[in-house]
């Protein structure tokens, strides 16, 4: 079961970083400009945000073994169509069918995980789970500048379809399946269309905010929509009961809960961004190979998959207060760091902050997610799981939009979309602008993180076997 899950949540940070460092040449190839390449690996992330929420609920009402392979079919095929791709809206397109498929088993492979294993041992297991997911974080920049410096682009999605197909008949014959805890339900269609406006609405807003203009008519409306959406989805999901999509008393009367996943938000929305960034920087800036940015790529996830596990074992000791907020103030630190490159910086200056950022985020992952999933009832793993890969999908989505946001309105749209699509007559002006903003905006993002670190002090003390033994928490509560 273990291994199962651990290759589910490999597989979807894989096939979001393993574009990472490949969008150079997919934006040069498919005629992308700057708008537009940001979101080959945002559609994908919003998709996956808007809809694990979803699947984490239907799991728990019609079982984690059959959305689990269905999620593994449907991201199998957007894979395949992905490789096939002619144009940037194809392309985007079908980053959201693989967005959906994932979707699918990442809200239920760590609900199988904590199902699986009792109290004493979760923290072990969730470690090891955690480093599934940072392995496959390791795996993308290196295997995608292989994959695209021996075969192209269109590789680094065909490669991910025989170990999909693997997984699928692992889990058929293998992964158990368990009974769903809950009765069913109808399902939350407000909800569900309130959280997808508010959320894609502040994205388009904060992509297009520099084109368009920030105070702009469209601008200000896509703004007053997200708060609108997720003002009326709060009111919407308060009066649901047992059919909503996300009870919001999982936040107002659980502390432990709501401050880990508010912090697992922050955390994301503070580091995701750096990857992306990083790999324009170094191939279209310091004019190093695919192959070699993407190695240089791997010392953050390497970093993390080391340090996650060894977290995880002492969170079950030391619990996660401790562990999750030091884990943020070094990612603050690490940006801190990076926002003082320039256009001619060394690369160890980059490759140090990448390593301390593995670090803070390595410290951070395991202790958050296991007291997360300590703090629920075992009715309720689904959603516990779906609600934290929200937050972390969110928090991804929203860091490639802030930062692509300030390093367009620093540098302009335009003249830096030369430099993204490898344009020479771009590259000396738009190389200088880019930086600059890149700067700020790590600058911004360590802000977020320093953030996302006191909301994980207010945590409260973590709750011990609550997910395998359905004992009310006692510890956490407001």
Same mark, same amino acid.
């Given at each position: ?43 994908? %992330? ?14 728990? #009402? ?28 194809? /392309? ?33 297991? /969730? ?58 339900? @109808? ?32 601008? %200000? $409306?896509?703004?007053? &929509? ?70 240089? &790529?791997?010392?953050?996830? #390497? ?7 060894? +977290?995880? @074992?002492? +969170? ?8 999750? +907020? ?26 140090? $902050? ?60 335009? +003249? ?63």
């Amino acid at each position: 079961m273990l291994l199962i899950t651990c290759i589910g949540s490999m597989m979807a940070p894989l096939d979001s970083t393993i574009v990472s460092v490949s969008l150079p040449e997919i934006a040069n190839d498919l005629a992308m400009n700057y708008a537009e390449i940001i979101w080959v690996p945002t559609a994908y %992330l919003v998709t996956l945000a808007v809809m694990i929420l979803v699947m984490g609920r239907v799991s728990d #009402v019609y079982g984690r073994k059959p959305i689990f392979i269905a999620g593994f079919g449907i991201f199998t095929l957007g894979s395949l169509l992905c490789s096939v791709s002619t144009s940037g809206n194809e /392309l985007v397109l079908f980053r959201i069918m693989q967005g959906f498929g994932a979707a699918c088993f990442g809200a239920t492979s760590t609900a199988i995980v904590t199902e699986t294993y009792p109290s004493k041992e979760r923290g072990k297991a /969730l470690g090891i789970n955690a480093m599934a997911v940072y392995i496959g974080l390791s795996l993308g920049p290196p295997l995608g500048g292989v994959l695209t410096h021996a075969l192209g682009w269109r590789s680094i999605f065909y490669a991910t379809v025989p170990l999909g197909i693997l997984v699928i008949v692992l889990a058929q014959y293998k992964l158990k399946a368990l009974r769903p805890e809950v009765k069913k339900v @109808r399902f939350d269609v407000p909800g569900f269309l309130l959280f997808t406006i508010a959320l894609v609405s502040l994205l388009v807003a904060l992509t297009l905010g520099e084109q368009l203009g920030w105070g702009s008519m469209e601008i %200000l $409306g896509l703004f007053a &929509l997200c708060i609108i959406g997720f003002v009326l989805f709060v009111y919407v999901e308060s009066g649901k009961g047992e059919s909503a999509l996300l009870d919001p008393k999982l936040f107002t009367k659980n502390r432990l809960f709501a401050a880990a996943n508010i912090s697992a938000f922050l955390n994301y929305t503070s580091f995701f961004g750096v990857t992306f960034m990083i790999s324009f920087y170094l191939q279209r800036v310091l004019g190093m190979s695919v192959l070699d940015a993407g190695m240089v &790529l791997l010392i953050m996830p #390497v970093t993390m998959a080391i340090i996650s596990p060894i +977290s995880g @074992r002492l +969170s079950d000791r030391l619990g996660s207060r401790a562990l999750a +907020s030091s884990g943020m103030f070094i990612v603050a630190m690490a940006l801190v760091w990076l926002s003082t490159l320039a256009v001619d910086s060394p690369v160890w200056h980059v490759e140090l $902050g990448l390593f301390i950022i593995g670090i803070g985020v390595g410290i951070f992952a395991s202790p958050n997610t296991s007291a997360v999933m300590g703090s629920v009832d075992k009715r309720k793993l689904g959603i516990a799981s779906g609600t934290l890969a929200t937050m972390r999908c969110s928090g991804q989505a929203t860091s490639l939009a802030v930062m692509g946001a300030i390093i367009a309105t620093v540098a302009g749209a335009g +003249s830096i979309s030369g430099l993204f699509s490898g344009d020479p007559s771009s590259a000396i002006v738009g190389a200088g602008e880019f930086v600059e903003g890149m700067d700020l905006a790590f600058l911004i993002c360590s802000i977020i993180s320093i953030a996302g670190g006191i909301t994980s002090l207010f945590r409260g003390k973590a709750v011990t076997n609550l997910a395998c033994e359905n004992k009310t928490p006692k510890d956490g509560i407001w």
